[in-house]
């Protein structure tokens, strides 16, 4: 079958359909969104006079004083709670570092060494992981220093990386101790 509509005729024609299709759709979503609004808007009053009524009781209730033991129920609740919030907040600082740990470390010190920083992780696989980094005076010194560490029974292991007796003077160590 040959099709004798001019070329210009084929796209006003499209143009057309098109022009169509978005109007019915338009159509078709505003009555949509119209049948919708339609049928939610008895929910919605009913939700906001159930609230009202709620708000009401609960201002009702407020303005009722209460008798002696609910006051002091009520007073044990608040101190509960400033208890509990106090030791969640000690749940989140997940590391603690001991009293016993540092002077285990600082008894065991060598004068001449110095100590600039003590790090300590409370890892459940490994242990109490403490990390001290200083500076010793000479490689004796700083061994003197592992031997105390390791006759101590606070600690089930002392990590002295070999790296750190590279240097004959002033070395910079660095020490993993594990306590028990």
């Known amino acids: 079958m ?3 509509i001019p070329i210009e005729e084929k ?7 098109y022009l169509r299709f978005i109007i019915v759709s338009l159509i078709t979503l505003g009555f949509v ?3 919708a609004s339609v049928t939610l808007l008895p929910s919605y009053f009913f939700v906001s006079a159930k609230e009202g009524v ?3 009781k609960i201002e009702n209730q407020k303005s009722i004083p209460l008798s002696t033991p609910d006051i002091e129920t009520s007073t044990a609740v608040s101190s509960i709670n400033k208890r509990l919030q106090i030791m969640e907040s000690a749940k989140q600082n997940k590391f603690f ?3 016993k740990v540092i002077n285990e470390i600082l008894i065991k010190k060598i004068p001449e060494i110095k100590i600039n920083q003590i790090t300590y992780e409370g890892n459940s696989v490994d242990g109490k992981k403490i990390q001290i980094s200083g500076s010793a005076p000479s490689r004796e010194k700083l061994l003197l220093f592992r031997l105390a560490l390791e006759d101590n029974p606070a600690f089930k ?4 990386p070999i790296s750190n007796f590279v240097k004959g003077a002033d070395i910079n160590f660095f020490i993993t101790l594990l306590a028990s």
């Open 2 to 4: 040959i099709n004798l």
């Open 11 to 17: 796209k006003k024609m499209v143009k057309d359909f």
């Open 33 to 35: 969104v119209l049948i």
């Open 54 to 56: 709620i708000k009401s």
């Open 97 to 99: 570092v001991t009293q």
């Open 157 to 160: 292991k002392v990590d002295l």
